[in-house]
């Protein structure tokens, strides 16, 4: 008799691996060196810097649930980490959070300059819209215009930058409140992650209901994400993280541990995580990728 197999577990760490060559293949191949060379350097130093390409995987991810296809989801999905590594590259500078390291590697302004570090993140950015608008395939016109309206939001004032600017004024006081610092969160980090999951959601074609309940789940993951990251802060070392450890106590910054404690801290991500998982229920096995992605943003070391 045929013995019954079950179906196997889903093997994230592949998973994860798989896509990361891929999103690396098709940022390598997105900015080619031309004239003038340094500052297609600079933009090349960090964008091609490694990370854990979770945006755009993300967004490819959440394409594929839907249907879509990799020539459609690939040129946001690159964009998602322009987009990233230009807001980085402008956070490490001396007039924001002075840094040195990043992903390991010396910060852009170490190697390049100030000057240059600033202009590879305009470079960066300005590119980023470019290529969603030429690069994208197979997307009905108006799917690509929600898209990179849906971006523009996401990089402005009424996302990571307004979140920036209150971290920032954040910096040094002791009376920041829980729901203050959920700002910062939401629109700093927050808001790109939820436009990984929703442009890839846009892309595939899906209607406003579904863009809403994975826009939920993503809203979740993206708070959990940053209360890992603040207990990673004192918790992980340099050399775990690729970056300066301990900077948030160093830089008196208001953190969930510092407002909570770090147990219960890690059990409110578990809980986001909890409902970000909840909100895939209808996909069944086809939402193992996200599922999984969910739960590996609490567990992950760095
Ligand atoms: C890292 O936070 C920084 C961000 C997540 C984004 C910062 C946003 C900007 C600099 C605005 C960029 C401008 C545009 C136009 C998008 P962190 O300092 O808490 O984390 P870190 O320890 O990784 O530095
Ligand atoms: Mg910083």
């Not at 971290?167 to 927050?190: M, N, R, V, Y």
Request: hydrophobic letters at 40%.
């Amino acid at each position: 008799m045929l013995e019954q197999r079950k179906p196997s577990a889903f093997d994230l760490a592949s998973y994860l691996q798989d896509k990361k060559e891929l999103v690396e293949i098709a940022l390598d191949g997105s900015l080619p060196i031309v004239r003038p060379e340094k500052i297609y350097e600079a933009m090349r130093y960090s964008l091609l810097a490694g990370g854990k390409r979770l945006r755009p995987i993300l967004c490819l991810a959440t394409c594929e649930l839907l249907g879509g296809t990799e020539e459609m989801s690939m040129p946001t999905a690159c964009a998602l980490e322009m987009i990233h590594t230009m807001s980085l590259i402008h956070d490490d500078l001396p007039a924001m959070d002075n840094d040195d390291y990043r992903r390991g590697k010396l910060t852009n302004h170490k190697v390049f300059g100030e000057d240059i570090a600033i202009l590879a993140g305009d470079g960066l950015l300005a590119y980023a819209f470019e290529f969603v608008a030429t690069q994208t395939q197979n997307v009905a016109p108006q799917n690509i215009i929600e898209v990179i309206a849906r971006l523009g939001r996401t990089v402005g004032a009424a996302g990571l930058v307004g979140g920036q600017v209150l971290d920032l004024e954040s910096e040094g006081k002791t009376d920041i409140t829980a729901e203050t610092l959920t700002f910062i969160h939401t629109h700093k980090t927050g808001a790109l992650l939820e436009t990984s999951v929703v442009s890839g959601a846009i892309l595939a074609g899906a209607g406003s209901e579904e863009v809403q309940k994975l826009s939920q789940y993503a809203q979740n993951i993206g708070l959990a994400f940053q209360i890992i990251d603040d207990i990673l802060d004192i918790t992980a070392t340099q050399e775990e993280l690729g970056k300066t450890a301990g900077k948030d106590l160093a830089a008196q910054k208001a953190t969930y541990p510092s407002l909570w404690g770090i147990e219960e801290s890690r059990n409110q991500a578990q809980q986001l995580i909890d409902s970000a998982i909840d909100k895939l229920a209808d996909y069944g096995e086809k939402a193992a990728p996200l599922r999984a992605i969910a739960q590996y943003i609490v567990n992950r070391k760095h």
